[in-house]
T-cell receptor
Framework: TAGITQAPTSQILAAGRSMTLRCTQD?????MYWYRQDLGLGLRLIHYSNTAGTTGKGEVPDGYSVSRANTDDFPLTLASAVPSQTSVYFC????????????FGAGSRLTVL | DAKTTQPPSMDCAEGRAANLPCNHS???????VYWYRQIHSQGPQYIIH???NNETNEMASLIITEDRKSSTLILPHATLRDTAVYYCIVRVLDQGGKLIFGQGTELSVKP
């Protein structure tokens, strides 16, 4: 089934360690996004990419970096994890940045201790 | 930001229509209203969107008031599998068009 694959599904990470959350889509969508979801705060946009080779900051970009070397992959990196980055992370994509329909992955649950 | 207000929770009997309200009184003329839902801890799923006119698809209907300050998502025949958190979202065009998710309405469909 076409869609978005996120890995890992869940991870426990020691504070100060680095971590990369992987996201791959097979729909040839131009735009990709990373959201985090926290209880009581809904989903918040971390970073986005309009097309391969470009990235932009969302609402809560601090402590995270992304890259978009090709159309299919959009990894999210935490260079030095902190406990406040404990969250569920969702990757999403759309045909274009102004497209109406976002397809979301199943999420990656990250716990930073 | 054009913000949305939704009731935190609602119940609906199985087989009946579920009507989920949303207020977006600060919406601008060119901003769309989107509805997504999230089942358990899965990723959000797109349902429907609209600008001014009422819209219908295989999942739901969207009724937008004439002044565009509120809308209602209608699930015509709710099933147990429709139990989810439903998000009403206004796409903010002056901030790169990103989707701002609010708290949503937790819909419980009961037998």
């Amino acid at each position: 089934t076409a869609g978005i694959t996120q890995a890992p599904t869940s991870q426990i990470l020691a504070a100060g360690r680095s971590m990369t959350l992987r996201c791959t889509q097979d729909m040839r969508h131009n735009a990709m996004y990373w959201y985090r979801q926290d209880l009581g705060l809904g989903l918040r946009l971390i970073h986005y990419s309009n097309t391969a080779g470009t990235t932009g900051k969302g609402e809560v970009p601090d402590g995270y970096s992304v890259s978009r070397a090709n159309t299919d992959d959009f990894p999210l990196t935490l260079a030095s994890a902190v406990p406040s980055q404990t969250s569920v992370y969702f990757c999403a994509s759309s045909e274009g940045f102004w497209a109406n329909v976002l397809t979301f992955g199943a999420g990656s649950r990250l716990t930073v201790l | 930001d054009a913000k949305t207000t939704q009731p935190p929770s609602m119940d609906c009997a199985e087989g009946r229509a579920a009507n989920l309200p949303c207020n977006h009184s600060t919406i601008s003329g060119n901003e769309y209203v989107y509805w997504y839902r999230q089942i358990h801890s899965q990723g959000p799923q797109y349902i429907i969107h609209g600008l001014k006119n009422n819209e219908t698809n295989e999942m739901a209907s969207l009724i937008i008031t004439e002044d565009r300050k509120s809308s209602t998502l209608i699930l015509p025949h709710a099933t147990l599998r429709d139990t989810a958190v439903y998000y009403c979202i206004v796409r903010v065009l002056d901030q790169g068009g990103k989707l701002i998710f609010g708290q949503g309405t937790e819909l419980s469909v009961k037998p």
